[in-house]
């Protein structure tokens, strides 16, 4: 299984965080109604489902590379101003379009810089937001020191490094590498409640997402190891529950 291919598994593990992004994120573009938007990286239908709920566009349409991904938010997502095409971020169609948003997606673009000139190109506003992953999104934060601890060697996997521009000095950068004169950061932050253990670690079980598909790829033993190192690190209460916090930046410019 593609790290990037059941709809499903990925909304267990960190599609519904995105969600409650998401709602933060449309409110902050504050756009008028009636406009058009694309939805590039759509994924599971996340950030097109807050835009159809709160912003009353004309249409969306959503675009992903993830056949998986498109027909989850299909099947979901049935709100006829909307609509779905499979799309790499280098296959943008030509708009023009009122608002091109990107969530959670800027950092899986290798040509990241090109994608923002295009979106740039093609929309009059532009938006994304990114987990920050060296810092507060500690649902992910948690298990990669853990795992820095339990397996050294594989260091590179940790997305806090991978991903090291997702910060608001980092978007800033790219969007003014990409030409846009004028930059709006803010950072966002959400809850992410688990009732227990097994209800944050599960999900990581799933195989979506970096830090699944990485753990999926490790034997029994060295995820057991794994498994209790995170354990012994979350902020376990006395009823079992673990209350946390998922941090995003958003980037917001006008072409």
Same mark, same amino acid.
């Given at each position: 299984?593609?790290? @990037?291919?059941?709809?499903?598994?990925?909304?267990?593990?960190?599609? &519904?965080?995105?969600?409650?992004?998401?709602?933060?994120?449309?409110?902050?573009?504050?756009?008028?109604?009636?406009?058009?938007?694309?939805?590039?990286?759509?994924?599971?239908?996340?950030? /097109?489902?807050?835009?159809? &709920?709160?912003?009353?566009?004309?249409?969306?349409?959503?675009?992903?590379?993830? #056949?998986?991904?498109?027909?989850?938010?299909?099947?979901?997502? /049935?709100?006829?101003?909307?609509?779905?095409?499979?799309?790499?971020?280098?296959?943008?169609? !030509?708009?023009?379009?009122?608002?091109?948003?990107?969530?959670?997606?800027?950092?899986?673009? +290798?040509?990241?810089?090109?994608?923002?000139?295009?979106?740039?190109?093609?929309?009059?506003?532009?938006?994304?937001?990114?987990?920050?992953?060296?810092?507060?999104?500690?649902?992910?934060?948690?298990?990669?020191?853990?795992?820095?601890?339990? &397996?050294?060697?594989?260091?590179?996997?940790?997305?806090?490094? &991978?991903?090291?521009?997702?910060?608001?000095?980092?978007?800033?950068?790219?969007?003014?590498?990409?030409?846009?004169?004028?930059?709006?950061?803010?950072?966002?932050?959400? +809850?992410?409640?688990?009732?227990?253990?097994?209800?944050? @670690?599960?999900?990581?079980?799933?195989?979506?997402?970096?830090? +699944?598909?990485?753990?999926?790829?490790?034997?029994?033993? !060295?995820?057991?190891?794994?498994?209790?190192?995170?354990?012994?690190?979350?902020?376990?209460? #006395?009823?079992? /529950?673990?209350?946390?916090? #998922?941090?995003?930046?958003?980037?917001?410019?006008?072409?």
């Amino acid at each position: 299984m593609s790290e @990037w291919s059941s709809g499903e598994i990925y909304e267990s593990y960190v599609g &519904r965080w995105s969600r409650l992004v998401a709602a933060e994120f449309v409110a902050w573009l504050d756009q008028p109604t009636g406009l058009r938007w694309l939805d590039v990286g759509c994924g599971t239908g996340a950030l /097109t489902s807050a835009i159809l &709920r709160t912003a009353d566009p004309a249409s969306v349409l959503g675009v992903d590379p993830s #056949a998986g991904f498109v027909e989850y938010a299909r099947k979901t997502v /049935t709100d006829e101003r909307a609509s779905f095409e499979v799309r790499s971020a280098a296959e943008l169609p !030509d708009g023009p379009y009122d608002a091109v948003v990107a969530g959670l997606v800027l950092n899986f673009i +290798p040509e990241r810089v090109e994608a923002l000139r295009r979106m740039r190109e093609i929309g009059s506003t532009v938006a994304v937001y990114v987990w920050d992953y060296s810092d507060g999104m500690e649902l992910m934060r948690y298990f990669f020191d853990a795992m820095i601890e339990v &397996r050294p060697q594989d260091r590179e996997h940790d997305e806090g490094l &991978r991903f090291a521009f997702c910060t608001a000095q980092g978007l800033d950068g790219l969007f003014s590498e990409a030409g846009f004169t004028t930059v709006d950061l803010r950072e966002i932050d959400v +809850p992410t409640e688990f009732a227990s253990f097994d209800d944050y @670690w599960q999900p990581f079980m799933g195989g979506q997402g970096v830090a +699944p598909a990485y753990l999926r790829a490790l034997d029994e033993s !060295d995820q057991l190891a794994l498994r209790e190192a995170v354990r012994s690190r979350l902020p376990i209460e #006395a009823d079992g /529950t673990i209350r946390l916090k #998922a941090r995003a930046w958003a980037a917001k410019a006008v072409s």
